[in-house]
């Protein structure tokens, strides 16, 4: 018999359904998953497709990776408009707190010289980075600026979602590169190991839709 695959409903539901334990996992979350944009950062083996966009703004501009993503995460919210995509808590939250927690922790995190322990970071950073994106996306309180981008596009042009993601996703990986930001063999480890890793956290952590009464 064929195998079936499990699905989980992550549309947004109101926050008012157990608001405490939605917004701690929210917030735990972007904190990992700032935390993990730091760890990648500092393994210096290769980004991810958008942080390699930052790294590039980082390198032409000299402002810090955290000011640079929060700057780019509100730039796309403005690309929302003309897609009617509408921000949630999760999506506000998202622009400040992941370029506050990956201030912090590229603050903590030395710069590291020794191959193994940067081979270490970079795995280490895509698993956090995968198990992240399931807990704050799970969390329902509505997508960060560049899944809603994704999502808008998807549903303006009637592409495939997986279609607009490979074309915004090697957009952004084109223009950070040509900027001089970070790419290498983390680039296509991330690419090929986040989609897996959220796919597998996400039945365990995501929020289940309440029932009706």
């Known amino acids: 018999m064929p195998r079936r695959t499990a699905t989980v409903d992550l549309e947004p539901i109101p926050v008012t359904h157990r608001p405490g334990t939605r917004l701690l996992r929210l917030f735990t979350g972007l904190a990992c998953y700032g935390t ?32 640079v993503t929060a700057i780019t995460g509100a730039l796309v919210l403005l690309c ?12 506000v939250a998202n622009v400040f707190m992941v370029a506050l927690s990956v201030s912090t922790a590229l603050y903590l995190i030395p710069p590291v010289e020794n191959l ?58 084109l223009t950070g590169w040509l900027l001089g930001g970070s790419v290498g063999f983390g680039t296509a480890l991330y690419a090929l190991a986040i989609g897996p890793t959220a796919q ?9 839709t309440p029932h009706a009464r």
């Open 200 to 208: 597998l956290a996400m039945p365990v952590v995501a929020v289940r």
């Open 80 to 91: 929302w408009i003309p897609l009617r995509q509408r921000p949630g808590i999760g999506t």
């Open 36 to 67: 993990s944009m730091a760890m990648m950062v500092r393994a210096e083996l290769g980004l991810a497709p958008w942080d390699v966009l930052h790294d590039g703004l980082v390198e032409r501009t000299g402002i810090g990776f955290g000011a």
């Open 116 to 173: 193994p322990v940067r081979v270490a970071l970079l795995l280490g950073g895509v698993l956090c980075n995968g198990f992240a994106t399931a807990v704050y996306v799970g969390a329902r309180l509505g997508p960060g600026p560049r899944d809603g981008l994704m999502t808008g596009l998807h549903g303006t042009t009637g592409l495939s979602l997986r279609a607009v993601r490979t074309c915004v996703e090697l957009s952004v990986l």
